[in-house]
């Protein structure tokens, strides 16, 4: 059976919460694990730099560890200042649409948020991604997150998908980039 293991992140917009996934993927079983789940909050007297470098200090921490297969981070507002943190480590990242179009697409690097959170659905309905039996106050609140997606379709057919105001969902963004790298480490198998 192989074995593919990915940490992800996701900075977020603000420096509010960073929120870490650890996952790990096996084929031809096709299954997810959710082995790490972790947030991050920015201290009052942490400049964004030093508040991104001990964040970066965890994810070396996890990766020497642990052995990830693969990193992965979202791309967002304060790349610049992560990019610099995370400089000694193998980085892949990844940005989010909810419209990719054919020049996106070609691009590479970019994710369909609204075809993964079907997708997501869809495998959390077939018990494909599993959860640890014990459930750290991390898991609960990444089954809050995920639990708070909803989907709004329009008159075309089309379906986006919309968390509710003023909610965080620096957990359940990590799970959709890990899972989307997993999903296609199956295809290529």
């Known amino acids: 059976m192989k074995k593919l293991r990915i940490l992800i992140g996701d900075p977020g917009v603000t420096p509010d919460f960073f929120g870490v996934i650890g996952l790990e993927a096996t084929h031809p079983e096709k299954k997810i694990y959710t082995r790490h789940a972790q947030r991050f909050k920015k201290k009052p007297d942490e400049s964004k730099q030093q508040y991104y470098n001990r964040v970066a200090n965890h994810f070396s921490k996890l990766h020497n560890k642990l052995h990830f297969d693969l990193i992965i981070l979202e791309k967002n507002f304060d ?26 697409r070609q691009k590479g690097f970019s994710i369909d948020k609204n075809f993964m959170i079907k997708w997501l659905k869809t495998e959390y309905k077939n018990h494909t991604i599993q959860l640890p039996s014990i459930h750290s106050d991390e898991i609960k609140e990444l ?9 709004i379709t329009g008159p075309s057919g089309h379906t986006s998908f919309k968390r509710q105001r003023n ?8 799970e959709l980039i890990g899972c989307n790298a997993i999903r296609i480490w199956w295809d290529e198998q």
Not at 167 to 174: C, I, Q, S, T
């Open 79 to 104: 790349y610049e200042e992560v990019s610099k943190a995370f400089a000694r480590l193998p980085i892949t990242y990844v940005t989010t649409l909810t419209q990719l179009t054919t020049k996106t």
């Open 143 to 151: 089954i809050n997150q995920r639990n708070e997606i909803s989907g």
């Open 167 to 174: 909610r965080h969902d620096d957990l359940f963004m990590p």
